[in-house]
């Protein structure tokens, strides 16, 4: 029987990476993203996964930082695929740069909603899909986009380190909760990896940026998308936090 993921923030960078990770390990993949400018990005990544990969896909769109329109994907995901989800990707994201005393209330809210309480929102109405059909053999997977932020500090983004780290012992707590049951919860905590939210940065920054790294170079969506991809199939690895980030926390 066919295998069904949800993955949000899947419409483009890591989360359209992730997608198609999906697709190709087989699994029916549920694309959700946010804004009505990324409705086209979504539907052309999904048309591209069934073609590729054979399998089927679902868009919709939600913004998951409302517990209600998390629901709703849900809702939709089984009404389609049936009442029995094999995967959730939590990866939807956004971040400020912003000092802690300029940032407003309402920008570190919309930080902690998109990037925390959303997996928080998304796993308690996934879960219930999940443990009415897993086991050691047949297990199923929870994996949440922290940040190399969330294992360090970084300046001007104290409510994104805070969400990503929350992310860690949130992941944690879950994998030993459902470690029995046949869940598996992990995390991936990119490094600096080109997509959105460093392409308004000019060449120079770039470069200062990519100097601190000790690899000298900043990450391919692809790096992130491997490490799914070795979780996916790792059945004995839960409660972990994987980090491709080219040694930057090794300093
Ligand atoms: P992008 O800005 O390229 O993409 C962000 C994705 O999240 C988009 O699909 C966007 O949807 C979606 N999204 C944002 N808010 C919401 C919401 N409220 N509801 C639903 N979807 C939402 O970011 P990246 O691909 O770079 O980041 C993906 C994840 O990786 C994030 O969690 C980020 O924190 C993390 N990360 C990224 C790093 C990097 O260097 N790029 C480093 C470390 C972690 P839409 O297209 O509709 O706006």
Sequence with gaps: MAKTAIITGGSRGIGEAMALKLGE????????????????????????????????????????????????????????????????????????????????????????????????????????????????????????????GGLTGVINQADYCASKSGIIGFTRAIALEFAGKGIRCNAIAPGMIMTDMLRGVNQDELNALAATIPQGFIGDVSDIAGALGYILTAPYVTGQVISPNGGFVLQ
């Design 25 to 148: 390990l087989g699994y029916n993949v549920v694309i959700n993203y946010r804004s009505e400018s990324s409705k086209v990005l979504s539907d052309n990544l999904a048309a591209k996964i069934k073609d590729q990969y054979g399998v089927d896909t679902l868009v919709v769109r939600a913004d998951v930082s409302k517990y209600d329109d998390c629901e709703n994907l849900v809702k939709a995901t089984v009404d389609k695929f049936g009442d029995k989800i094999d995967v959730l990707v939590n990866n939807a994201g956004i971040t400020n740069n912003c000092n802690f005393i300029d940032i407003t209330k309402e920008q570190y809210e919309a930080v902690i909603n998109t990037n925390l309480m959303s997996f928080l929102h998304m796993t308690h109405l996934v879960l219930p899909y999940m443990v009415n059909h897993s086991d050691k053999d047949n297990q199923c997977c929870i994996v949440n986009t922290s940040s190399v």
